[in-house]
Structures are given as structure tokens and as C-alpha cells.
């Protein structure tokens, strides 16, 4: 299973993007989702998640510029980019996280599910 992501491109300081990712029901509807990013020579990092019921978290480097949300008829989230600066270049990546929530409440560890990639480059 991979989950699909689109929307990168190339675009000026201050300029806007959105990122779409698309997932299956069955692992959309039960987990934190979430957007990851990887400039050349750097570690992965979290850039923001959303849990099943809504709940955000953003890194400090993106609060105020960065929007994630979710649509559940689609089972597709979202990640619109706003006031792009240079070092926001990177791959940016989906995620869906492992934890999850059975039927039963009962918490459970399954495989953690990534996306192909989507290039975005902010140039100055």
C-alpha cells in the first residue's frame, strides 16, 4: 500500500502551494496523518499531523504559514503552503502513522505507510 502524493512544483519566495495526499479508507479513517519533508543531506522531519477526529500539531519552522487539514469524503488531507521561504525546499512526504485504534478501542501497531515524494522548491 502507498499512499499518493501530488501538488509540489517550483514556486517564488512568498509564493503558495497545496499538497494532496490520498489514502485508503481503511487506513485514512484510523490514523494520525501526517506531512514530512527531507532537504538534500538532512534528516526526515514532521512538518505537521492530523489525527482521525481533526487535532493539529505543526513544527515551530511552520506555524502561521502552514495549513493541514483533511476532507474524510475523499480520504484525502491536505497541506496548503503559504509565505514559502528558501528553506522550505525539500521533498515533502505523506504519512500514515502505525498506532492506530481497533473496533474494540484496543490500541494497535500496525505498518507505517509513506508516500512516493513530491518535490517542492522555493527559489529566491
Known amino acids: 500500500v502507498q499512499l499518493q502524493a501530488s501538488g509540489g512544483g517550483l514556486v517564488q519566495v512568498g509564493g503558495s502551494l497545496r499538497l494532496s495526499c490520498g489514502a485508503p479508507r481503511n487506513i485514512f479513517s484510523t490514523r494520525t496523518m501526517g506531512w514530512y519533508r527531507q532537504a538534500p543531506g538532512k534528516r526526515r522531519d514532521v512538518v505537521a499531523t492530523i489525527t482521525s477526529s481533526g487535532s493539529t500539531t505543526y513544527a515551530d519552522s511552520v506555524k502561521g504559514r502552514f495549513t493541514i487539514s483533511r476532507d474524510n469524503a475523499k480520504n484525502t488531507i491536505y497541506l496548503q503552503m503559504s509565505s514559502l521561504k528558501p528553506e522550505d525546499t525539500a521533498v515533502y512526504y505523506c504519512?500514515?502513522?502505525?498506532?492506530?485504534?481497533?473496533?474494540?478501542?484496543?490500541?494497535?501497531?500496525?505498518?507505517?505507510?509513506w508516500g512516493q515524494g513530491t518535490q517542492v522548491t522555493v527559489s529566491s
Open positions: 504519512n500514515a502513522d502505525r498506532v492506530y485504534r481497533d473496533e474494540f478501542g484496543g490500541v494497535v501497531y500496525g505498518p507505517e505507510y
